[in-house]
């Protein structure tokens, strides 16, 4: 009779492995593992050099034009009358007047006295141009100029950063 793990043997079956058989199994095996793991731990580091192209972080794009001026907003006096686009003048929506970007173009205005921003749709023309004469550049709705902080002031320092062309 000889002597497996845990059992004994009397007819001599070979699907049994013998205590040092045993030993050395398990030796290969754990062998054979880290062997597979350290062929993939390989592979992998390998494909980590290689930079694979990647879409701009949220909320970022690609700037297509950048203008730095005056903005002013308009607001009541206009709200609900049919702007140079055809669609209505809503103070309440984030939507500007510029003079010659298409119409549909989004543009990220940000107010430069204290960094804050919003990006709105063109849908009319404007501002008048005497007072592009004096580096107005935008004229945006009431709720753009809330966003921006510059109720008060009426007119403030921008950076326009065009998104996307509008398509008219």
Known sequence: MKTTIGRTESNGDSRLLAEGEQNEHVRLTAMRRA????????????????????????????????????????????????????????????????????????????????????VVRIIDRGPAPHLRADGLLIDVSRKAAETLAFIQQGRTRVRLEVLAWGSR
């Open 35 to 118: 062997l597979v793991i350290a062929s993939l731990a390989g592979c992998l580091s390998g494909c980590a050099t290689h930079k694979l192209p990647t879409a701009p972080p949220l909320g970022k794009s690609a700037i297509l034009e950048t203008r730095v001026g005056l903005a002013s907003y308009y607001g009541r006096e206009f709200h609900g009358q049919i702007t140079a686009s055809g669609a209505r003048f809503d103070m309440n929506a984030l939507v500007a007047a510029h003079p010659s970007y298409p119409f549909g173009t989004r543009v990220r205005v940000t107010n430069l006295a204290n960094n804050r921003s919003t």
